[in-house]
């Protein structure tokens, strides 16, 4: 939103007369980015001190430490990484929001990614920690880093090494991709869907068995 100020403030902005303003006025060379009914001139600091606006912008923005799991019956596992993302930020002194998202690393509508974006691409947010890159996506994470390297904003990923939970929500994602095309190819109903679909389940119970042991 454009803070506009009076043709005195502007000119004391500035280092000029209001005189001067209002001659940069009639001239073209500077005008206002508002004109009441009254007559009165008025305009935005932001365009007439540029770089004071962008440092105070810049000051403005957060950190934000997103955490995510593929399931509500992961709660404990959210709370976790939301422990250990508090943590981290707590010990170096940020200013931080804690955004997090149940499900999968495949689903891009995910209400907590959506708002996590919308601050990112509204210059919110000069920093998003993680615990773990697929925490953010599975597919789709380096999309979103370039986003974050465009705006001028930070990542911090805690882990980079291999997720404790990489198995089981890998195995969910496949699924629910398995899903989505099988439905498709057979239809949603059909007895052959449901019967690869019962298949790759007990397959990833299997999967998820062993990732718990």
């Known amino acids: 939103m454009k803070k506009l100020v009076s043709i005195s403030v502007a000119a004391k902005a500035l280092g000029v007369q209001p005189l001067t303003l209002r001659r940069w006025h009639e001239n073209g060379k500077l005008v206002p980015d508002l004109v009441t009914k009254g007559?009165?001139?008025r305009y935005d600091l932001a365009r007439l001190q540029p770089e004071l606006h962008r440092v105070q912008a810049q000051a403005d923005r957060k950190t934000i430490a997103y955490a995510r799991v593929s399931s509500r019956d992961q709660k404990p596992d959210l709370k976790r990484?939301?422990?250990i993302l508090e943590s981290f930020c707590a010990q170096q002194g940020w200013?931080?929001?804690?955004?997090?998202d149940f499900g999968s690393g495949m689903n891009y509508h995910k209400k907590g990614l959506k708002r996590l974006?919308?601050?990112?691409?509204?210059?919110r947010v000069s920093r998003l920690v993680i615990t773990h890159?697929?925490?953010?996506?599975?597919?789709?994470?380096?999309?979103?880093f370039a986003i974050c390297e465009a705006k001028g904003v930070e990542v911090v990923i805690l882990n980079k090494g291999e997720d404790t939970s990489f198995e089981e929500d890998l195995a969910r994602d496949v699924l629910e991709i398995i899903a989505v095309f099988s439905a498709r190819l057979y239809?949603?109903?059909?007895?052959?869907n449901a019967k690869l679909l019962e298949g790759i389940t007990q397959a990833v119970e299997?999967?998820?068995?062993?990732?718990?042991r």
């Open 117 to 123: 974006l919308d601050d990112i691409l509204e210059d």
């Open 95 to 100: 200013t931080y929001e804690i955004f997090t």
């Open 81 to 83: 990484q939301a422990q």
């Open 206 to 212: 299997v999967v998820e068995n062993e990732a718990s």
């Open 133 to 144: 890159k697929d925490r953010l996506l599975r597919f789709g994470a380096e999309l979103v």
């Open 39 to 41: 007559g009165r001139r």
């Open 187 to 192: 239809g949603a109903r059909s007895r052959k």
